[in-house]
């Protein structure tokens, strides 16, 4: 249940900074980032489940959840490369 509340806290964030970008046309930029965010997580949905037969369900579970972390050190180091 917890887990649940941590993946859907981001929903409102980026649904208000997709609106604060385009304020004329609201509807059409939320449902659009909902939609496309929706569908690029579908996405991945089977090869996750395929690595998750493969290496284990802790295994999987472990390296998905170490991703954000991840991705996070990249943007960073990105950030101070370009200064």
Known sequence: MV???F????TPVTTAM???RC???RSMVSSLSNGVS???ANLF????GIIADIAGLQATLNAVAFLPWLVTLLY???KLLKK
């Open 3 to 5: 887990g649940f509340a």
């Open 7 to 10: 993946l859907q806290a981001s």
């Open 18 to 20: 997709a609106q604060r």
């Open 23 to 25: 304020p004329d046309s």
């Open 38 to 40: 929706w569908g690029i």
């Open 45 to 48: 949905v089977t090869p996750v």
């Open 76 to 78: 960073i180091g990105k």
